[in-house]
């Protein structure tokens, strides 16, 4: 069964510290995304990346940066934690192109609370 | 650049009834993909159906359908016999192929399936 995991379901973090979301997928895919979900807002795209070394700036990637040094690891790190980057995140990755039914999958999320 | 609306933040409907979840569009490609996805509480994002918009013939999954407008950039899912497992958040997605692919959601249906 393939499979994106994210390695931590909950976090909690203190405003000022360095933290890492980690994102690993076993597909072999060139593609992987982190996205931000907040109710009402829906799922807003932060960073994607299509090759190793590769990244590319989504719709809000203000106070976040991305570090893909292998193929199937992608993380989101955030330099300086703030109450307003409490949210839930979402990794996802696909093969490109994808352009198949089940060409993208999500991992399970990681809800971050900073306080 | 491509927005998606869903302009329905909830939605109810009786068990074995009918419903119908609306999305409208925008995208300046011609080549695109869309897509409904499902997010129970166990956050794990689900897809549900996915539409080619070089096609003209409507998806169909199961009890699962879709009402795709091209020209009026509407893609709509219907769900029919409706179950208590389909309760759940509902994403209605949009890619370009060939641009890495990058999926835009919508901000969110959340379904709620009554007895």
């Known amino acids: 069964d393939v499979k994106v995991t994210q390695s931590s379901r909950y976090l909690v973090k203190r405003t000022g510290e360095k933290v890492f979301l980690e994102c690993v997928q076993d597909?072999?895919?060139?593609?992987m995304f982190w996205y931000r979900q907040d109710p009402g807002l829906g799922l807003r795209l932060i960073y994607f990346s299509y090759d190793v070394k590769m990244k590319e700036k989504g719709d809000i990637p203000e106070g976040y940066s991305v570090s893909r040094e292998k193929k199937e690891r992608f993380s989101l790190i955030l330099e300086s934690a703030s109450t307003n980057q409490t949210s839930m995140y979402l990794c996802a990755s696909s093969p490109n192109p994808s352009g198949t039914a089940d060409g993208y999958t999500f991992g399970s999320g990681t809800r971050l609370t900073v306080v | 650049a491509q927005t998606v609306t869903q302009s329905q933040p909830e939605m109810s409907v009786q068990e074995a009834e009918t419903v119908t979840l609306s999305c409208t569009y925008d995208t300046s490609e011609s080549d695109y993909y869309l897509f409904w996805y499902k997010q129970p509480p166990s956050r794990q994002m689900i897809l549900v159906i996915r539409?080619?918009?070089?096609?003209?013939q409507n998806a169909t999954e199961n009890r699962f359908s879709v009402n795709f407008q091209k020209a009026a950039k509407s893609f709509s899912l219907k769900i029919s016999d409706s179950q208590l497992g389909d309760a759940a958040m509902y994403f209605c997605a949009q890619a370009t192929l060939y641009n890495t692919d990058k999926l835009i959601f919508g901000t969110g249906t959340r379904l709620q399936v009554f007895p």
């Open positions: 539409q080619e918009a070089y096609k003209q």
């Open positions: 597909m072999d895919h060139e593609n």
